[in-house]
Structure formats: structure tokens, C-alpha cells
């Protein structure tokens, strides 16, 4: 007896020696913990860190690690082949160079390695919580679901089979030299995208995959290596969460863009855009940062706003097409808006318009006679302009517009005329870059809360500010449009600031003389005299529009004090039963 067991000892060593010299094979046994003796046969247990081995796990059988695992070797004959279960629940799987096979389960908390060139030949299932640093082609047919984070440094290809995103999980994409796709899907190959899922990206320039292509797609965020590094999209895209560039450019790359959400992007990040690029905001909330293009990249084919909020412009933008506001309004804050010769604007009104502000422009080119509608306003109210260059107006006109609130004293400076005097609060700029031969007709519009201190529309005119001086354009009725007012003038020749007055704003020159009145000395220094035949009201007005002096006069009493003003231009109205007449004077 004691020698047949020297004997099978000693065939069982030969054994082992001749299967090591051509890497060993461990086939668990029983269900278990990988380190432990009971699992696998003759207690023999498989190191955590192994090369050149292959490990087998037969139908029925669990193995769960409590450690992480290393594998390693070259050419397909080193085999992790799981037929059963291989559970890592906290625990990291690392693979290079050894080809995974078989038809069971694999669970992991992390996986990690390279799979390529047909190693990943698993036709199971493998749930893997976050799977990192992997170069993986997969031909055997089976699924790879994320539950938490998909991290790619390298190309990951799904030849055969499906790579499955659970709800809530996200790619971590990281851009590297000569590999511009980081996720490829053949078309046998399968991708199947949740109702709720994150794509970021980093590091150098890449071209998106189908990642991007899900309706679920939620928050899409760029933190790339710098503000120019593109990330160019191979689809449409559409987010419902947060498209955030930290840093770097989106190039939709002939391609349609649409935010359902929220936006932001940090110092220099942006959008690169063309001609063939549609861009929809479909938003319910404030955004966290301003719409921004790249230089060269600010052209929209069609840009849609539809937002319970504004949208504020952090670059200038150039409408290809057509603008579309259907709610919201866009704040150009300091940043011109564009119209290429040939575009247009829809559903703009009250409560969707472009807020120009005091120094941003709507404009547009235009080389023939013919009409364009400035959808233009102040954060106070709508105030649209319509400019039409008339038949004989044929030069090329580079037409610009805005809507500044207030109306300042000296056209685009000197104290806000609205604050007490009737009028609309608003000041229309109008500048073209060829004024030569100008010939156009303007309406302007505006909301009836943009009218201010008791404005008599039945009396209303346009104002022109030429030469120092706010004119009387005489003719013109405030008419209907609508929710708003206009009023239009025919042939006008010039730019420049534009308001609307009434009979009452004591800013113009010569409103209205029915009587012809004498003013003198002028200038004056301590009387000023009114060469009246009936008694009158004689009202002064400084700079500001402000009152500083109300005199009754008659024939007998002609004369008004105005020693204690100090030296200025002044304006003088005088309002009788059968008099009305506004003048301008200086005191010295």
C-alpha cells in the first residue's frame, strides 16, 4: 500500500510538470470563492495575477472574486472561458492578451484591458458596472451591458453582439492620436441606448459614433485638451439635459443640433455651425450660460426658439434661412445678429423678439429695391421695424437696427427724455453702411406698454434726431397692427435715432406754430420775451425735459425771468386757448 501511493504521487508530479511546461489549465470544480483550495481540483488555487494560463469555468458552476484578477498572455491559446458564472461584485478583471469565450455569465464591478484582434469571443452575457482602458473587438454574439460608466481610451468595436447602456449609465470618451471613433458598431453588430444616458468627452480631436444617437441622451459635455480641440458630431444630435463645453468646440458638421434643456459654455468653447446646420432650443428653463459660436462657425441654416426663457447670445450669428421664434426671446447682448440676403423670420411678436440692447445690431444686406421686418424690441416691450428701399433705391445697403430703451436728449447721449416726458420709451437706430441716395419707408411698432406718461397716441409722430436736433416728421397716423401700434413715413433719406412723440413732448423744433411768436433777446440773460396777443402759458424746459420755469403772460405782460437759469439751450412752450408753439433759446 505504501508503495502504490509513492507511485501515484509521483505520476501525478510528472503529470504537472509536463502540463506547466505548456501553461496550465484551472477548471473549477465547485462553486465558490476563486482563492479558495475547495474550489478547484487538488486545492490547487490559480494565482490573482496570472501569464500564459487559462482558466475554466463548466455550466452550473459560480465563482465569485474577492480580489482583483490580472490575466495575461499572447495568441489565442490562453482562454478565460466562462460557461458557468464569474462574479466580481467589488472586484476589477484585467485582461491583455488572453481571448474571453464561453456562453455563461460574467458580473463584474470592473473590467479593464485589451481585447482586441478577436479576443473578446463571449457569447454570454457580461454585466460590467464600469468598464475602463479597453481595446475590445467583439465577435462572439453575446451582450455587454454598462450599468455605470463606459470609459474608452481606445477603439471599442461590437462586431457581432450588443453593447447594452442601462438607464443612467455614461460613456467617458477620451480623444487619442490616429484613433478619431472610439466606438464602432458593424452593421450586425447591435447598440441599444436607455431612456436616460451621459456622453462626455476628452482629451484630443475626435469624431463622434453612434453614442450620440439616442433619443435618452441626456447631458453631452466637451473637456477637451484645449478650446480649439473639435469634437465633430457623425449624426444629429439632440440633448435633454445640460450641453456643456467646458472646454472645446462642437462641430455639427453639416448636421442639426437640438438643446431640449440647458446650456452652457465656459471662456473661448463653442459651436462650430454652417450653412447646412439646423439649431433648435427647445427649453423649459433659464439656461446656465450663453449661446456661443466659434469664429467662422456662427451661421445657422434654421435656428428654432422655443424656450420659457431667454436665450442670451454670447457670439454674433448669422441666419442662413429662416429664425423661427416661436417663444422666447433672444438676447443679443452686445453681439449682432445677421440676416444672409434671402432669409426670413417667423412667429416673432410679444412675447418672441430679439432684445438688441445698446449697442447690438439686427441686420441685414440687401442689393434690390424690396422689404425686410427687424423683429427687434427692448427688454421692456416688442418694437419691430419695417424698412422697404423704394424702386429708385439701388445701391447695395447694408441695413443694421436697434431698439434701444429710453430716449436720450442728444439722440444716443444726454438725459432719458422718457422719464417724464410723453412718448414711446423707445429709440430705433437705423444705419446703413451706404447712406448715398438713400430712399426708404419705415414703420415702426411698438407695444401699448412701451407708451409712457399719459403719450396721446391720436397726436403721435415720428421724430428724427438730425443736426443736434429731434425733428417733427409732419404726416403719419399711429394705426392698428394687431397687438401693437405704428406709425410709417414714405421717402425718407437718412439714418440715424428715431422716436415717437406726440403733441405734448417739448424736445422737437417747431412742433406746431399756429400763431407766428417773436422770441427775443436770443440769446438771453435776465428777460426773455414773448411777443404774444392773447394770455398763455409759457413753460421752460431744460436738456433734460425737466420744468424749471412756468410764467403766465399776456399782451400787456410780455416778459419771462430767466436770470437764475443757468447757461444753456433751453426750450420754451407757450399753450393759449388759440396757441400752440414750442421754441428753443439760449441763456448766457
Known sequence: MRFFIKTSLAVCAIALSVFNSNAAVYTASASGAFTSPGTWPGGIVPPTNMSADTIEIPPGITITLSADLVLSGTGNANVLEVDGLLSAPANTLTISGVRIDGVGDIMLDSLSGNLSGNKFAFSGNMTVNRMS??????????????????YLKDTLSIATGTLVMQPGSKFHITGATGKPTMLKISPIGNLS??????????????????EISGSGLRHLTLDMDTITTVVSISRGVATNGKLYLKRGTLNL???????????????????RSSYASDISILSPMQHSGPLVFRPGGDTVKNLVINSNSNIVMGSTVSIARNLSLVKGKI??????????????????????YVITGDSAYVSTNRYTAGNFDFPVGTA?????CSITLNQNDTAYRNMRVRVSPGVKSMGSTGNDMAVQQPMVNATW?????????????????W????????FDRSTAYMSHYVNNYWLYLPGGKVTPQGMLHSISRTAVTATG????????????????TQTAINIYPNPATQLLYADVQQPAQALIYNAAGQVVSNTQIDAANKSINVAALPPGMYIIKLAGDELNAIGRFVKQ
Open 133 to 150: 482602458d479597453s481595446r475590445l473587438y467583439s465577435t462572439g454574439g453575446g451582450d455587454i451591458i454598462i450599468a455605470d460608466i463606459l
Open 193 to 210: 441606448l436607455p431612456a436616460v444616458y451621459d456622453v462626455e468627452y476628452y482629451g484630443k480631436p475626435l469624431t463622434t459614433g453612434m
Open 253 to 271: 458638421n453639416g448636421l442639426d443640433l437640438v438643446i431640449r434643456d440647458d446650456f452652457q459654455a465656459d471662456s473661448g468653447s463653442g459651436i
Open 331 to 352: 438676447e443679443l447682448n452686445k453681439n449682432n445678429m445677421f440676416f444672409i440676403p434671402g432669409s426670413t423670420v417667423s412667429n416673432a411678436g410679444p412675447a418672441s
Open 380 to 384: 421692456g416691450g416688442y418694437a419691430p
Open 429 to 445: 437706430f437705423l444705419s446703413f453702411q451706404n447712406e448715398k441716395n438713400t430712399n426708404m419707408d419705415i414703420t415702426m411698432a
Open 447 to 454: 407695444e401699448g406698454k412701451l407708451e409712457v406718461n399719459s
Open 497 to 512: 435715432p428715431f422716436a415717437v412723440f406726440d403733441a405734448n413732448t417739448v424736445t422737437v423744433e417747431n412742433v406746431v
